[in-house]
């Protein structure tokens, strides 16, 4: 089966030039301070384009996680028997002010704890979102790892589109790296939610990309769409159908949870995506009850077999409404026809078939009722679940030293701005289009 996956466009951020003037008061640390830019640059540069391999992203993530490290831990820990300063509960920052900070260790500012590199907030970063919430400004080197990673986890869920689009039949070797890409991503949104969105000195906003919605929604929608990969290799390899029912009810389930836990957003900023969500609900319903009517006609219940391809039927009737509604919406998102795409028109004729069939035996062998109820679906299947991968984050780098810390001086006066500097907007991020090689399918855009 062709995959098709609605993705929402990357984020966008503001240049860091890392310019601490003075205050990197020795090589060692405008080296760092080089270093740590153009790693930025690197990974920036390659995050646009989906055809990127993967092991160049992986390389480039590395080596810039690894040197943003050491601006949010400190180098050497807090001394033995210092008191440690939670932060205050008011945003820091907002002034454009750094507190004063020790020389030789984490910062005794109120803005920062004992276990905060003392650089933590020494850098203004603006991030876009992804849902065309206005940007978000912190002081806080949390909140650009957070949002860094959010756009590798998204690069990871388009390269697996692009993989998923570039053929009309996809091989086993690519259905297993779709299938990886789409788990490692969800692990990313989960990882963001579980271990770093809680330590932001501010916040978050409602709708802004570090919502703990809109990340739980990023880690379900990318959990179902490894599922849906598990699935078509369930259909492919022919699998008995009750297998193949549940897992669709399974990836259906999910699919109408990521919707569901959107629902409380405004409505302007995820309609389309909720749309996604629905569409892909009522399809893997259609699908559900298809293979499930197939698995009563094997048991001779072909009375309670009618009923379910019938479900099926209006099932699938309901996703191809809610497809024109998708391509009708407006929103962040691809401008596409999923009513035509070739996963969508390939369950038609199977849903029909299976139908045709059971009426027929139904009214020449059975002669059942057709009840009016429809009959229940395996709640879950017992094998071939996706979950996300775990995400391991890289380490500090080797660069990172007591000698190199200590020669950042950080002081009263930001070292990171000019007075008087405009506050230049952010540019959207001019993305590779994902190709679809489906002869009834335009290419996927990003709007």
């Keep these: 089966m062709t995959h098709w996956f609605h993705r929402n466009p990357l984020k966008a951020t503001a240049p860091m030039k890392f310019d601490f003037g003075a205050q990197a008061s020795t090589p060692l640390a405008r080296h760092m301070c080089s270093d740590i830019r153009q790693a930025r640059e690197r990974l920036l540069a390659i995050l646009p384009d989906p055809n990127q391999d993967l092991g160049v992203l992986l390389a480039a993530t590395e080596a810039y996680f690894s040197l943003l490290h050491g601006f949010i831990e400190p180098t050497e820990g807090p001394k033995q028997g210092e008191k440690k300063e939670q932060p205050p509960s008011q945003q820091p920052g907002q002034d454009g002010e750094m507190l004063e900070a020790e020389d030789d260790g984490p910062s005794g500012g109120a803005s920062l704890g004992a276990g905060d590199s003392k650089l933590r907030n020494a850098v203004k970063v603006k991030w876009s979102n992804t849902l065309g919430a206005p940007p978000m400004v912190m002081r806080d080197m949390v909140f650009e790892h957070i949002n860094m990673l959010m756009n590798v986890a998204l690069w990871y869920s388009k390269h697996a589109a692009k993989i998923a689009g570039s053929s009309e039949e996809v091989s086993e070797v690519e259905a297993k790296e779709i299938h990886r890409c789409l788990r490692s991503a969800a692990g990313m949104f989960k990882y963001i939610e579980d271990k770093l969105l809680h330590k932001l000195f501010e916040k978050p906003g409602d709708g802004t990309d570090v919502d703990s919605r809109i990340l739980q929604a990023y880690t379900l929608q990318c959990t179902a769409e490894a599922q849906e990969v598990t699935l078509a290799r369930a259909i492919s390899l022919n699998h008995t159908s009750s297998l193949i029912s549940a897992l669709a009810h399974e990836t259906a389930r999910l699919f109408r949870k990521t919707s569901d836990t959107l629902k409380s957003v405004e409505e302007s900023l995820v309609n389309k995506w909720r749309k996604y969500c629905d569409l892909k609900t009522a399809f893997y319903m259609s699908q559900a009850h298809c293979y499930n009517g197939q698995t009563l006609l094997n048991k001779d219940e072909c009375g309670k077999a009618v009923r379910a391809l019938k479900e099926s039927d209006r099932m699938y009737e309901k996703a191809e409404l ?126």
């Design 322 to 447: 809610l497809c024109q509604e998708y391509a009708k919406t407006r929103g962040p998102g691809v401008s596409v026809r999923p009513e035509q795409h070739t996963f969508f028109q390939k369950l038609r004729p199977v849903v029909k078939r299976i139908l045709e069939k059971v009426e027929r035996e139904n009214g020449f062998i059975y002669h059942q009722t057709v009840p009016a109820e429809v009959p229940d679906l395996e709640i879950k299947a017992t094998y071939g679940l996706a979950s996300p991968v775990e995400y391991e984050a890289p380490s500090k780098s080797k660069e990172w030293t007591s000698e190199v810390y200590n020669g950042f001086k950080v002081s009263t006066e930001n070292p990171t701005e000019k007075k008087n500097e405009k506050d230049e907007p952010i540019k959207p991020v001019k993305e590779v289009p994902i190709e679809q090689t489906d002869k009834d399918q335009s290419s996927c855009l990003i709007s």
